[in-house]
Nanobody
């Protein structure tokens, strides 16, 4: 089992920045795609960004965040970060850290929430206009 704990959510004005953190514990933190989904009420979870722990897969970003969000990892701390710049009101959502044990591409997992292995409890991001 892998336990994922998010932090760093909050409220900022449009154009601002936030950094989310996700710390993993439990099972050996080795060959995973780990990253972020987001969800608003009444909508499905959307994969936002993901990174492979061994860098064997290209980093994944959904089109709407490319150039504004950056996912990175610190393997010594078992932590993945999502740095979000130029935030827009439409970025407001509950952000969930997620992990999938895989040697395949992160895109193949972070476009299909039903096949994700592990989820965090979420952290709320609110962007005001």
């Amino acid at each position: 089992q892998v336990r994922l704990v998010e932090s760093g959510g909050g409220s900022v004005q449009a154009g601002g920045s936030l950094r989310l953190s996700c710390t993993a514990s439990g099972e050996t933190y080795s060959t995973y795609c780990i990253g972020w989904f987001r969800q608003t009420p009444g909508n499905e979870r959307e994969g936002v960004a993901a990174i492979h722990t061994t860098a064997r897969s290209p980093t994944y970003y959904t089109d709407s965040v490319k150039g504004r969000f950056t996912v990175s990892q610190d393997n010594t701390q078992n932590t993945v970060y999502l740095h979000m710049d130029s935030l827009k009101p439409e970025d407001s959502a509950m952000y969930y850290c997620a992990a999938a044990a895989t040697t395949s591409t992160c895109r193949s997992y972070f476009t299909r929430p039903s096949i994700i292995d592990y989820w965090g409890k979420g952290t709320l991001v609110t962007i005001s206009s």
